[in-house]
C-alpha cells in the first residue's frame, strides 16, 4: 500500500503552464519542474548540479480501484504493476512518486528492464531507451500527509503541492523499439523544491 494522503479540493486539470503557475503563485523554476515538457530528472539535474537518485520503496503487483482504473481509462481490477520511490540528491528527498503501469499496456522486455533498473527514474530509463513519453491528462492539487510529513521532518498538518499526470506513447516507430506504454504517475513535492504559497497566508 502506497503512503497516504487526503487531497484538499480535488485534483485540477491544468491546461497551459501559465495557468497552473498563476493558480499556485509559482516561481519560475517550480513552474519549470512542474510543467515543463522536458524531464523533471533531467531539471532537477541542472538545477542542483547533482544526479537524482532512487530510493525505492516498494514495487509489486496490484489490482486497479476504480479511481484509479478510471484515470487510466483501464477496466477495474485490471492487473498494474505499483512502484513507490523517492527520488533524492545528495540524500535528500525532494519527490514522492507512485508510479501505476497496467500490465496490458506495456511490453514484458519494457517491464523487466524497468525492474532491473529500478534504481533510476523511469523518464531517465526511457530515454536511455529512445521511447518517448509525452504526458497527458496533467492535474494539480494541495494535499496532506502526514507520512510525507513525518519522512521529511516536517510538521503533520504541512500542505504540499502534488501533480498527476499520464505517461502515454500509443503509437510505435517502426524504426526503432518504441513500444506502446502507459503509465499513472503521482508526484508529491518537498516545499524546498515547491512550496504552497497560498497555504502559508
Known amino acids: 500500500m502506497h503512503i497516504a494522503f487526503k487531497i484538499e479540493k480535488g485534483w485540477v486539470a491544468v491546461e497551459e503552464p501559465k495557468q497552473g503557475a498563476v493558480m499556485l503563485n509559482l516561481h519560475q ?13 533531467l531539471r532537477l539535474e541542472q538545477l542542483l548540479g547533482s544526479p537524482v537518485e532512487v530510493d525505492q520503496r516498494f514495487g509489486s503487483r496490484v489490482l486497479l480501484d476504480p479511481q484509479a482504473a478510471g484515470y ?11 512502484r513507490e520511490v523517492w527520488l533524492t540528491v545528495n540524500g535528500q528527498k525532494l519527490v514522492y512518486a507512485h508510479t501505476l503501469l497496467p500490465i496490458g499496456s506495456i511490453k514484458e522486455s519494457l517491464l523487466d528492464t524497468l525492474k532491473e533498473r529500478s534504481s533510476e ?7 536511455s ?14 494535499l496532506n500527509s502526514t507520512e510525507i510529513a513525518l519522512e521529511l ?20 516507430d517502426r524504426t526503432k523499439d518504441s513500444p506502446a506504454f502507459m503509465a499513472a504517475i503521482t ?8 512550496s504552497c504559497k497560498m497555504c502559508e497566508s
Open 29 to 41: 523554476n517550480e513552474e519549470e519542474l512542474l510543467f515543463s515538457g522536458t524531464s523533471m530528472t
Open 72 to 82: 487510466l481509462g483501464v477496466s477495474e481490477n485490471t492487473e498494474a504493476q505499483e
Open 121 to 127: 527514474p523511469i523518464g531517465r530509463v526511457l530515454s
Open 129 to 142: 531507451l529512445d521511447i518517448p513519453f509525452p504526458k497527458k491528462k496533467l492535474e494539480i492539487a494541495i
Open 153 to 172: 521532518g516536517l510538521k503533520p498538518d504541512t500542505r504540499f503541492v502534488a501533480r498527476r499526470y499520464i505517461l502515454y506513447n500509443g503509437t510505435t
Open 187 to 194: 508526484e508529491i513535492f518537498n516545499p524546498e523544491i515547491v
